[in-house]
């Protein structure tokens, strides 16, 4: 039994090595294949370098990025904050506020100056319908739409959630989640 198994052994390195044989590559798919991988190496290299470059000018200024996008006047949209690093945007919106005793409705935008990775894929951008208690200062979101480009453009996907079974998060200080929540609250007195 020990011969047969070093005989079957023995077989399948030579018929793996005949085998390697057959796909070799010749000298000039070798030579085209490593010219692919150098270029793909220095797209590479150059694609960081201009991201390197982008995250400079951004952290330099902030506020150049957020020029660039489209305040959306027409639906309620207020620029909020930005990064200082320039990473991200947020903007609020007084359409469609609500309040009810201490909770606020409001919608929010988030804009990202790089694409990010979340459970629903890539997006740049997104809204979402929160909602924050004032008096014990949580927060909530109910709906939350991703969008694949800057200014809420791109496919979309939602997530929605009822808001009986969505727990509150407290507000942490010195989040831009508690500048909304200062902003909503404030609007929220005022309306009274």
């Known amino acids: ?17 005949s085998s390697s044989n057959g796909f070799a590559q010749t ?11 150098a270029r793909a190496a220095d797209e590479q290299k150059a694609a960081a370098e201009r991201l390197a470059q982008q995250r400079a000018a951004r952290k330099a200024d ?4 957020v020029r660039t996008l489209d305040p959306m006047s027409s639906g309620g949209w207020e620029f909020r904050a930005v990064a200082s690093d320039g990473s991200w945007a947020t903007f609020s919106s007084t359409h469609q506020m609500k309040r ?5 409705t409001i919608w929010l935008r988030q804009e990202y100056a790089e694409p990010q ?20 200062e949580q927060s909530r979101d109910l ?10 453009q791109g496919n979309g996907q939602t997530e929605e959630a009822d808001a009986k079974g969505v ?7 010195g989040t831009r989640e508690e500048t909304s929540f200062l902003w909503a609250c404030g609007q929220a007195r005022g309306a009274k």
């Open 167 to 173: 727990p509150w998060t407290a507000i942490v200080p």
């Open 117 to 136: 990775s979340g459970s629903s894929g890539r997006f740049s951008s997104l809204v979402e319908k929160t909602q924050y208690d004032c008096k014990k």
């Open 143 to 152: 709906l939350v739409i991703y969008y694949s480009a800057n200014n809420i």
């Open 100 to 104: 009810s005793g201490q909770v606020v």
């Open 1 to 17: 039994m020990g011969k047969y198994i070093e005989l079957v052994g023995a077989i399948a390195v030579a018929v793996l090595l």
């Open 27 to 37: 000298p000039e798919q070798e030579k085209a294949w490593e010219a692919e991988r």
């Open 62 to 65: 902030p506020m150049a990025w």
